[in-house]
């Protein structure tokens, strides 16, 4: 396993942007699908999409196609999530996992790291 550490959240209005980080610890990064999901309160948590091990594939909820773009740098270790055009409903706490394998989807199942979580509020 490894360790994820979330940051970039805060507060924003609607139709802005943030850009979410997950630091990772460890030697396998490089080698692990990692994913972002989300959890608003009273709902269940939520894919919201993930990325290869190599970066070259991506895979994304319906519901933020053409608004967020993940991306990684297995050089840094780190894995990103660029979110445009935010909506009051994007507000969530945001989840980094990372994957049991180097391709992963959207069951949460097919990860086994998880970071803290960052708060993410879109006013409207």
């Known amino acids: 396993q490894v360790q994820l550490v979330e940051s970039g959240g805060g507060l924003v209005q609607a139709g802005g942007s943030l850009r979410l980080s997950c630091a990772a610890s460890?030697?396998?990064?490089?080698?692990?699908?990692m994913a972002w999901f989300r959890q608003a309160p009273g709902k269940e948590r939520e894919f919201v999409g993930s990325?290869?091990?190599?970066?070259?594939?991506?895979y994304y909820a319906d519901f933020v196609k053409g608004r967020f773009t993940i991306s990684r740098d297995n050089a840094k270790n780190t894995v990103y999530l660029q979110m445009n055009i935010l909506k009051p409903e994007d507000s969530a706490v945001y989840y980094c996992?990372?994957?049991?394998?180097?391709?992963?989807?959207?069951?949460?199942?097919?990860?086994?790291?998880w970071g803290q979580g960052t708060q993410v509020t879109v006013s409207s």
């Open positions: 996992a990372a994957g049991k394998t180097g391709v992963a989807l959207g069951s949460s199942s097919e990860y086994d790291s």
């Open positions: 460890g030697h396998t990064f490089s080698y692990l699908a």
């Open positions: 990325i290869r091990w190599n970066g070259r594939t991506t």
